[in-house]
């Protein structure tokens, strides 16, 4: 199958998750969704071994400690549906919020050298996040590495609930 039907072209988030998401977080749910349609490698593993045809439609959402991952063809047929338990993403999603709401408040005002300090520390932990999703699907889907990044953001965004 070649990789260009291997990917997303359509993502949604559940909406009822939250009840009201900052300018900030609008903006950063924004990009990582237009990034990740913009080019992404994702491809389900079938329980058969079997390929399915893609491009994809994935549906997040966050279900109690879970992640909901729904995924259909374009034709609106299921393909899949995993979840996976958020637990160990906790003390990553914790950090990542505390390091961004640090680097929003440097902007305003920091020398350039703390603003990119605190910029490679907010990409370190990004980096980390996206690595622990990818290894906790790698036997559900497999998928390069700027979507785990694009994914993860997307999951932080689904953890804000205020």
């Given at each position: 199958?070649?990789?260009?039907l291997?990917?997303?072209n359509?993502i949604e988030?559940?909406?009822?998750?939250?009840?009201?998401?900052s300018?900030?977080?609008?903006?950063?749910?924004?990009i990582?969704i237009?990034d990740?349609l913009?080019?992404?490698?994702?491809?389900?593993i079938l329980?058969?071994?079997?390929k399915s045809?893609?491009?994809?439609?994935?549906?997040l959402?966050?279900?109690?400690?879970?992640?909901?991952m729904?995924v259909?063809?374009?034709?609106?047929?299921?393909?899949?549906r995993?979840q996976?338990s958020l637990?160990?993403?906790?003390?990553?999603v914790?950090?990542?919020?505390?390091i961004c709401e640090?680097?929003f408040?440097a902007l305003?005002?920091?020398?350039?050298?703390?603003?990119e300090?605190?910029?490679?520390?907010?990409?370190?932990i990004?980096?980390?996040g996206a690595?622990?999703?990818?290894?906790?699907?790698?036997?559900?889907?497999?998928m390069?590495?700027?979507?785990?990044r694009?994914?993860?953001?997307?999951?932080?965004?689904?953890?804000?609930?205020?």
């Amino acid at each position: 199958m070649s990789k260009s039907l291997e990917r997303i072209n359509h993502i949604e988030l559940d909406e009822g998750s939250f009840i009201r998401r900052s300018e900030v977080i609008e903006m950063e749910r924004n990009i990582a969704i237009a990034d990740l349609l913009k080019a992404n490698y994702f491809s389900p593993i079938l329980k058969n071994g079997e390929k399915s045809k893609g491009p994809y439609k994935l549906h997040l959402s966050i279900d109690g400690d879970g992640l909901i991952m729904n995924v259909a063809d374009l034709d609106d047929e299921h393909v899949h549906r995993f979840q996976i338990s958020l637990k160990p993403f906790r003390t990553i999603v914790k950090e990542y919020f505390l390091i961004c709401e640090s680097y929003f408040k440097a902007l305003k005002g920091a020398s350039p050298n703390k603003i990119e300090a605190i910029d490679m520390g907010r990409r370190s932990i990004h980096n980390e996040g996206a690595s622990l999703l990818k290894e906790r699907l790698k036997d559900k889907c497999h998928m390069d590495d700027d979507t785990s990044r694009r994914l993860f953001t997307l999951i932080c965004v689904l953890h804000i609930r205020t």
